[in-house]
């Protein structure tokens, strides 16, 4: 099979890593790719939403599947463009079209996907500039802290946690007013759910659906999870506290009624969920959904997988996942993601990055780079390269991780050294 996989970070890279191994393969894409992905593909400089583009690339080559791994063209209707145009209705796609990916691109129709099919979550009600008065009003009848969500894409930084009243007005007001631009034009007010939070990941034809590993990530610059909120500076798999009881829960109670709910209301939807979990009193609840694998825990959930990817994803795309088979190692797999001094906020790109080739024993994962004119690897991102390691228990896996986070260099190098330190 000839498959082209769409982006440009940690996720991509290892997706392209995974598939690389399969025996059904005969050649791998990269559409546009970074260093990483050059390594085991073939880079494309197309970007990931011109449809036109990537159409006719995939009929000039023969593409048989395209995986798609960011939100932004599932948002747009990648999976919708091939299915509507007779030349590339044949070709598999590994996302879900509009209607399925809305679970992720409004934050307000996923709470209501939840309350129509009965799938635990916190309460919570959406305001526009408009309706701001009666933000005002419903956050005055909740208890700190105050949640405030944009409703559409925000790059993982649209999610404010404040504790103060005051400040929680303001940020809500501040978000209307455009501070996420399109994706805070309407803003969700959430009761907060105080637990420990963990991702579950499923691949599903639209019936059926196998679950992969799951993973536990962390968001937040600062060690001890304090400052700005970022796309992951880190994650492990598998997650000790979520023991079988547990994750049956999560299956009865989450992923197949959301899996189902998707069938009654009539969305075809073959792909990635990503369920964002949280453990309050033993029970799991919903805090979102995505429509494609979270990032750094691709880094982590990917390389526990022992069987052919691009088999079960094949067989997704037939209808037939119920003839899938995973098998999963039981060893944990750790990632410690080094980012850019500055980042979230104002980073400089195109710093060298040196000692690849002095790692032991991990693999690294790129997110954030590219190459420079004369071949090197150079940065090209806020989220830079992702330490991945493997071992009997989550203190060897990270033993691994973090002596290659302190091997591989650049300029004004972070990363924290504190990831598993909850668990």
């Known amino acids: ?59 000039e080559e023969g593409i ?19 299915a509507e145009d007779d030349k590339l209705s044949h070709v598999k796609v590994i996302g879900p079209k509009k209607a399925g990916a809305l679970l992720e691109g409004s934050k307000d129709y996923s709470k209501k996907f939840m309350m129509r099919h009965n799938i635990p979550a916190g309460a919570s009600k959406t305001f526009t500039l408009e309706t701001l008065e009666s933000g005002y009003a419903f956050l005055e009848m909740q208890k700190p802290p105050y949640v405030l969500k944009a409703d559409g894409l925000a790059a993982g ?4 946690i404040i504790d103060n009243i ?66 992951g500076m880190g994650a492990i798999s598998p997650v000790p506290f979520a023991d079988a009881d547990f994750m049956q829960e999560i299956d009865k109670t989450i992923v197949k009624p959301t899996i189902d709910g998707l069938a009654k209301d009539g969305i075809d939807y073959v792909g990635f969920i990503f369920f964002g979990l949280i453990k309050v009193d033993g029970k799991p609840y919903v805090i979102e959904y995505n429509a494609r694998m979270g990032d750094p825990e691709t880094e982590v959930v990917i390389p526990r997988i022992n069987s052919d990817l691009l088999e079960v994803l094949d067989l997704a795309a037939q ?45 690294p994962f790129h997110a954030g780079t590219t190459f420079s004119e004369l071949g090197e690897v ?25 002596k290659a986070a302190e091997t591989v260099q650049f300029d004004k190098k972070y990363f924290r050294s504190d990831i598993g330190f909850d668990l």
């Open 1 to 59: 099979m000839k498959v082209l996989i769409l982006g440009s970070g940690g996720r991509e890279h290892t997706l392209a890593w995974k598939i690389s191994q399969s025996e059904k393969l005969t050649k791998l894409y990269a559409a546009p790719g970074n260093a990483g992905t050059a390594e085991v593909a073939q880079n494309i400089s197309i970007s990931v939403t011109d449809f036109s583009k990537l159409g006719q690339f995939v009929l």
């Open 64 to 82: 048989d599947m395209l995986i798609v791994g960011p939100e932004a063209p599932l948002v747009e209707g990648v999976a919708d463009y091939f």
């Open 157 to 160: 930084k649209g999610v404010l």
């Open 166 to 231: 005051e400040e929680a007005k303001n940020s809500l007001k501040e978000m209307l007013s455009g501070q996420f631009g399109e994706a805070s034009k309407s803003v969700l007010v959430e009761q907060f759910l105080d637990g420990i939070e963990l991702s579950v990941f499923v691949i599903t034809d639209g019936k059926n659906y196998v679950t992969l590993p799951e993973a536990k990530d962390y968001k937040r610059i600062g060690e001890g999870d304090t400052g700005l909120n970022t796309g």
């Open 319 to 363: 209808g037939r996942l119920d003839e899938a088979s995973l098998e999963i190692d039981s060893d944990f797999a750790t990632t410690v993601m080094l980012v850019s001094g500055g980042y979230p906020e104002a980073y400089q790109k195109g710093k060298e990055i040196t000692a690849l080739d002095n790692l032991d024993d991990v693999t």
């Open 378 to 402: 150079i940065t090209d991102g806020g989220r830079v390269i992702a330490m991945t390691g493997k071992g009997k228990d989550m203190k060897s896996a990270l033993a691994k991780s973090f």
